[in-house]
């Protein structure tokens, strides 16, 4: 793309209706939102608001969107509906130079190989993948440091629920991400493969930074063989 704009994204080429106002669901204040804000901030009160109107049809058409979403298009329509606004998500809410924000389409993309080899739910790893970062330790760096536990439980189902995720997915995604961060909830598959993507992740980050070999404990077969191979490529 080089230096260009994508005209879909700079808000030179849009029109009136593309920016709108919503009430804040904490305090009643306007909360001004543009089309391709996935979260705003009251600026009264602080709270977070996502954006239900949020809009990135183009990437489903675009040859570029990879390069300026940060995600790959799929070929399942619900998957990738999930992916794309879940995505959008939390680029807008972390920034998409933010390490909260590499990091999660990092652990996706580890997650989408492990589950060539091991099934799972893709709506469920995914999501549990893009939006792990929002509901981590309480005192985590970024945007959502001083949020609490229930505050960002909270945020998780404003999110899925901007995305269209069913209720029963929903429960499955908070079941994988609370059993990851509290101990909390059932082990499943879906658990397993996310657990085993974010642990490549680390492992990746930690041979990148400074070389350090930590190989976890892993659920899937297809997880411990990928650590494997990642490690002996800097050995």
């Known amino acids: 793309m080089g230096n260009n704009r994508c005209p879909g994204q700079d808000r030179r080429y849009w029109k009136p209706e593309d920016i709108f106002e919503v009430r804040c669901p904490q305090c009643g204040s306007t909360v001004e939102l543009w089309k391709d804000e996935g979260v705003s901030r009251c600026s009264n009160c602080g709270t977070p608001v996502v954006n239900q109107r949020v809009a990135q049809g183009c990437a489903q058409w675009c040859r570029f969107a990879e390069e300026c979403l940060g995600f790959r298009a799929g070929e399942n329509g619900g998957a990738f509906s999930i992916e794309q606004k879940l995505t959008g ?12 924000f590499k990091h999660s389409l990092s652990v996706l993309g580890w997650a989408e190989r492990i589950m060539e080899k091991e099934g799972g739910k893709p709506p469920v790893v995914k999501a549990s993948a893009i939006l792990h970062e929002l509901a981590g330790e309480v005192n985590s760096s970024g ?50 493969i996310f657990s085993d993507a974010h642990a490549l992740s680390e492992l990746q980050e930690d041979l990148a930074s400074c070389g350090c070999i930590h190989l976890s404990e892993f659920y899937t077969r297809s997880g411990k063989k990928l650590a494997e191979k990642l490690v002996s490529q800097r050995t």
């Open 89 to 100: 998500l939390i680029k807008s809410f972390f920034g998409e130079d933010a390490r909260s």
């Open 143 to 192: 945007p959502d440091k001083n949020f609490s536990v229930p505050e960002k439980h909270a945020l998780l189902d404003m999110m899925m629920n901007s995305a269209g995720i069913t209720e029963t997915l929903k429960k499955e995604v908070k079941n994988v991400i609370s059993r990851f961060f509290y101990g909390n909830g059932q082990e499943s598959t879906e658990y397993f």
